[in-house]
């Protein structure tokens, strides 16, 4: 089979892979799309995401639906052609995180397309994959497989929801217009926050922000903009810059809440210490998603409004350019692998 493997940092390579099919346990599933996350991009780019660095080559992709087209030995599951989204992470189940309901922040976790452990947990974007039975998802009737793709990055959304508290009727900063921030956005108006504005540096980010539900948008390098004319109540980072986690503290109101979701740069950075202290506001980290993924496939096939999102697909042969395309935010957002072969 062919796979998308990332080698180091500005090493991409579509190549051969053996491929031994599934054990006990297990299930085959012949990948159709898999979307480009921005950890796949930074591991390209930069041969890691935050704290966790390529050691070794790396099939990437952790956003992936297809067709089973396999069963290993004893293992039930569902019939092979059936379409399917597959979760991404493997929790260990028996760590205090997993025993108290936070399987997301599992130290042991694996995770498709992942350097945080060594060996690296080789990821979906390969024309077949094999993965624990408990990880497969059917789809809900009516969800095509160009919308369900979209289940895992939707479900890091709802997480960071989640995370937030109470959003009904509660004005909400978005900073960053990026797939994840989008996906945010239409998550908290699903959840009736009555404002959600959206920062970004980019024009096109910002109109398919609009385009899911965001009531304003405002342009990042923009401070006389009047969408920034009154604080918020809470605020979503999902840019991943620290520019924007400084306007996330700066911009919440005395008491109010703001949820990281977008990864930092390695190492320190600086934070308004002492805004936090005396404004008492409350900084909550969100990190990946468990049970969301099935709110995530439920959404989407009840019509959740995210298709702008996907703006591009390019044949697997043509993986660098799909992740050339995927770094130009001024031009794309979900950028997806087809690997259907097709």
């Known amino acids: 089979m062919h796979a998308c493997v990332v080698h180091g940092a500005g090493d991409l390579r579509v190549e051969e892979r053996p491929y031994d099919g599934p054990g ?107 993965v624990p039975a408990e990880q497969i998802r059917a789809l809900p009737p009516g969800l095509g497989l160009r919308r369900a793709v979209l289940a895992e990055p939707l479900s890091v959304a709802l997480h960071a929801v989640n995370r937030a508290g109470e959003v009904r009727g509660r004005r909400v900063l978005v900073t960053g217009a990026g797939p994840i921030g989008c996906l945010v956005v239409a998550a908290l108006r699903r959840r009736g926050a009555a404002e959600v504005v959206v920062s970004d540096l980019f024009d096109e980010p910002l109109r398919i922000a609009t385009a899911v539900g965001a009531t304003s948008t405002a342009r990042a390098d923009r401070p006389e903009d009047p969408s920034w004319a009154a604080d918020f109540d809470l605020a979503i980072e999902a840019s991943g810059a620290p520019a924007g986690l400084r306007t996330c503290v700066e911009r919440v109101h005395r008491g109010g809440t703001v949820v990281l979701l977008g990864l930092l740069p390695p190492g320190e950075i600086g934070l308004l210490g002492n805004v936090v202290v005396t404004r008492e506001l409350e900084l909550r980290g969100a990190f990946r998603f468990d049970t969301e993924f099935d709110e995530a496939l439920a959404l989407l096939a009840e019509g959740l409004p995210v298709d702008p999102v996907v703006t591009h697909t390019f044949p697997l042969d043509q993986s660098v350019a799909a992740f050339a395309a995927a770094q130009d935010r001024t031009v794309a957002s979900k950028v997806l692998l087809d690997l259907s072969g097709d």
């Open 24 to 130: 006990a346990g297990e299930v085959a599933v012949a990948v159709a799309l898999g979307g480009i996350c921005g950890s796949d991009l930074h591991y390209y780019h930069q041969g890691r995401v935050g704290d966790f660095a390529l050691r070794e080559p790396m099939v990437l992709g952790h956003e992936v639906v297809g067709h089973i087209a396999g069963l290993g030995p004893g293992t039930d599951g569902p019939a092979p052609g059936t379409p399917v989204a597959v979760h991404p992470a493997t929790p260990c189940g028996t760590c205090p995180e997993c025993a108290g309901g936070r399987r997301n922040i599992c130290a042991r976790t694996r995770y498709l397309g992942s350097a945080a452990h060594t060996p690296h947990v080789q990821g979906g974007f390969a024309q077949t994959i094999t």
